[in-house]
């Protein structure tokens, strides 16, 4: 969930290496989840999704990883590539017909080259 | 097909004036949502709109208001701005299928109130 007075996390990882960023969600009866890439001066990029009947989904070099006991999410990213420096936010959102989404505070991932 | 666009990308505004920003969904799509994204408080969400109608709202003032047309643009309004209200104003549409909640998300207009 959201923060007053944000601090950002940061992650510094060498080029090549693989990232993990985590998330904690704050509802519980929240059942899908998003990865948003955000870059300087851009809005949010869809990464992947995933659903709460799933704890595991991958895609192209990334991974996301769902643990709804402790309400945790994670995103793996494979070979991580300068490319890939940016802030990094997972989403929640309640199923049914209303598309509202609540945002973590964002990791802002560096690779180091 | 063309992304969401956002018009217009930036905007300087004094104290008490209102603005008016518009965006473009993705063609097909028929959910347009707004959020507010500043340093201190992240991304918040404003409201949604689909078929015209205002299906959620966050919690904003009444200051802030939207509308959408029957061709899914979208556009919202900030009326007496005051100073917090600098941010950067996201938009983002879904195709609001049954199974569909993937949200994307336009390059924002930047308001800055002086």
């Known amino acids: 969930g959201e923060s007053v007075g944000l601090h950002l996390p940061t992650l510094s990882v060498q080029e090549g290496d693989n990232s993990i960023i985590n998330c904690a969600y704050s509802n519980s009866a929240s059942d899908y989840f998003i990865w948003y890439k955000q870059e300087s001066g851009k809005g949010p990029q869809f990464i992947i999704d995933?659903?709460?009947?799933?704890d595991k989904r991958q895609g192209q070099r990334v991974t996301v990883l769902l643990n709804k006991t402790v309400k945790h999410l994670s995103l793996q990213i494979a070979a991580t590539q300068p490319g890939d420096s940016a802030v990094y936010f997972c989403a929640e959102n309640m199923s049914g017909s209303a598309r509202q989404l609540t945002f973590g505070s964002g990791t802002q991932l560096t690779v180091l080259p | 097909k063309a992304g969401v666009t956002q018009t217009p990308r930036y905007l300087i505004k004094t104290r008490g004036q209102q603005v008016t920003l518009s965006c473009s969904p993705i063609s097909g799509h028929r959910s347009v949502s707004w959020y507010q994204q500043t340093p201190g408080q992240g991304l918040q969400f404003l409201f949604e709109y689909f078929s015209e109608t205002q299906r959620n709202k966050g919690n904003f003032p009444g200051r802030f208001s939207g509308r959408q047309f029957s061709n899914s643009r979208s556009e919202m309004n900030v009326s007496t701005l005051e100073l917090g209200d600098s941010a950067l104003y996201l938009c983002?549409?879904?195709?609001?299928?049954?199974?569909?909640?993937?949200?994307?998300f336009g390059p924002g207009t930047r308001l800055t109130v002086t």
């Open positions: 995933i659903r709460s009947n799933m």
């Open positions: 983002a549409s879904s195709e609001n299928s049954g199974s569909s909640y993937e949200q994307y």
